[in-house]
């Protein structure tokens, strides 16, 4: 059974920068879309970034041009690079593959336990 994990997340000042990763545990065949959601208080789940088997990136208009994201193959790793955080950036960021865990197995969607971030002074 396929497992995210997630890292990265804690306090940081407004304008500052955090590094998030996910990697998957247990066997795993290929990671088709690898995905960054992020839940605030009294708001709903939104997604942030989404990164495909191809490299191609997209974003949330609220984050565009402050964060990217990327993928090593290799490691079965998914990163999110925050830069120039904001408060309203407060939430629990959550990590979301869509994957096949072995050759032959039905795809599946996994999630990451969710890491906090919190953007204050």
């Known amino acids: 059974q396929v497992q995210l994990v997630e890292s990265g997340g804690g306090l940081v000042q407004p304008g500052g920068s955090l590094r998030l990763s996910c990697a998957a545990s247990?066997?795993?065949?290929?990671?088709?879309?690898m995905k960054w959601y992020r839940e605030a208080p009294g708001k709903q789940r939104e997604l942030v970034a989404t990164i495909t088997s191809g490299g191609n990136t997209n974003y949330a208009d609220s984050v565009k041009g402050r964060f990217t994201i990327s993928r090593d193959n290799a490691k079965n790793t998914v990163y999110l690079q925050m830069n120039s955080l904001k408060p309203e950036d407060t939430a629990v960021y959550y990590c979301?593959?869509?994957?096949?865990?072995?050759?032959?197995?039905?795809?599946?969607?996994?999630w990451g336990q969710g890491t906090q971030v919190t953007v204050s002074a």
């Open positions: 247990g066997s795993i065949f290929n990671i088709f879309y």
């Open positions: 979301n593959f869509d994957a096949i865990s072995v050759p032959g197995s039905f795809p599946g969607d996994y």
